[in-house]
């Protein structure tokens, strides 16, 4: 994959793809800290910093950076993880000396108006009551937090009501101090761009920043079975049911792409056939998979109605162990790498694949592949690196996180 990477003296890392045909492009400053990075009185502090950003600097106030993009009809926002955080806006290319003038204001000059901290409070904490409020979003956390509590992937992105509330503007400055440093971010466009006049640009507005890199500690986990379940008297029952798996940059990852999706990644996997199409036990099944740079996971959700859940977990415990025993056939792995090529081929269609994918991958350490060299690493998938791979992601300790109206030991004899 042809890409374009400069660093300036500061450390700062500028990343680009060019793709001449467009007219516009996508911007994204991404930030290598997250959830994970907090300390206990920080919890939610990230995430915090998402909201406050965007409330500008002395110069250019929140009013002004909204006026400034709906004026040239960009679209603007930013989400963090709990290992980055991503500020990012999409424009024509010719506007792009003015989305990096109001980025580089954002992340390096950001007022922190205490008036303001105190209306955003309000609105990351309704953030938090929404979440709260979808049963699905809970599952996940019971999940996360039963599969690795104690380590710091646990706690939720958000934070919590009470570090929300208590978190002092001091707080929020002091963690913005240390983590938001040139060394620990990249900027990274895909679209109608010189790179040339981008390194020109983005050193004219980041080229002063100064500060050193902060790492982070890696811990691996040990997770163990366990159930964590929220009660809730609800009329389905939400149902995530895993365990430890592969991290990050595991070199078998295509490999387990490939079997994620044969068993739970389309409406022709297993899992869907069996429980949706066979059965008619949920409307919802799908895998999915979890990997950071020292832990992953791989899960099952389904949604079903709270007295068919014990049929549920139990198809898709029968599923797991018939796809580490047997593995898969032929017609389901051609099915299955078809599926993987063709969806990345379709992501990469536009600037903001391609910016994320940049983006994700420098701020991660993971090695930027071309479409070809990935499609040839799932080609050469074999059945037998799928029962490998299987086994490595599916034979536990098992995790279950849910919402419904049961108790722990109500699901722990699908744990064993």
């Avoid at 911007?27 to 915090?48: K, N, Q």
């Avoid at 104690?150 to 929020?172: K, N, Q, W, Y």
Wanted: proline share 4%.
């Amino acid at each position: 994959m042809h890409y374009d990477l400069t660093t300036l003296p500061n450390g700062l890392r500028i990343i680009s793809q060019d793709m001449p045909s467009l007219r516009s492009l996508s911007i994204g400053a991404w930030v290598g800290t997250g959830s994970r990075d907090e300390e206990p009185v920080e919890a939610g502090a990230s995430h915090f910093l998402e909201h406050l950003l965007f409330k500008g600097s002395e110069e250019w106030p929140a009013r002004r950076i909204s006026e400034a993009f709906d004026a040239i009809g960009a679209r603007h926002n930013a989400f963090t993880s709990k290992e980055y955080t991503c500020y990012w806006a999409r424009m024509r290319d010719v506007d792009l000396e003015l989305g990096v003038e109001i980025l580089g204001e954002m992340i390096q000059r950001p007022a922190f108006r205490q008036a303001e901290i105190d209306n955003e409070r309000g609105v990351v904490l309704e953030e938090i009551n929404m979440n709260e409020d979808d049963p699905t979003d809970v599952a996940h956390e019971q999940f996360i937090h039963a599969l690795w509590g104690g380590h710091p992937l646990a706690p939720p992105i958000l934070g919590t009501p009470e570090s929300i509330v208590d978190m002092s503007r001091d707080t929020i400055h002091d963690y913005w101090k240390r983590r938001y440093t040139p060394k620990s971010t990249v900027i990274a466009v895909a679209g109608r761009i010189d790179h040339d006049r981008l390194v020109e640009l983005i050193e004219n507005a980041f080229g002063a920043w100064q500060g050193d890199a902060i790492g982070r500690e890696l811990v691996t986990p040990s997770p163990s079975r366990k159930v964590g379940v929220r009660y809730r008297d609800t009329e389905q029952a939400h149902l995530i049911i895993g365990g430890p798996s592969l991290v990050r940059d595991d070199d078998r990852r295509y490999e387990l792409i490939v079997a994620d999706h044969v068993l739970g990644g389309g409406m022709s996997s297993r899992l869907f056939h069996e429980i949706r199409e066979m059965r008619g036990l949920a409307y919802a099944v799908h895998a999915f998979r979890l990997p950071f740079a020292d832990a992953g996971s791989n899960a099952i959700y389904v949604g079903t109605t709270p007295s068919q859940t014990a049929e549920v977990l139990k198809l898709v415990r029968g599923e797991m162990d018939r796809i580490m025993e047997h593995g898969i056939k032929e017609d389901e792995l051609a099915r299955a790498k078809g599926h993987v090529q063709g969806a990345l081929a379709i992501s990469l269609e536009d600037a903001d694949g391609r910016m994320n994918r940049l983006g994700r991958n420098e701020i991660t350490g993971l090695e930027h592949r071309s479409v070809d060299e990935i499609v040839a690493k799932v080609d050469a998938v074999t059945l037998a690196e799928v029962i490998d791979v299987s086994r490595a992601a599916y034979g536990g300790p098992y995790v279950i996180g849910a919402t419904g109206p049961f108790e722990d030991a109500d699901l722990e004899e699908f744990v064993r």
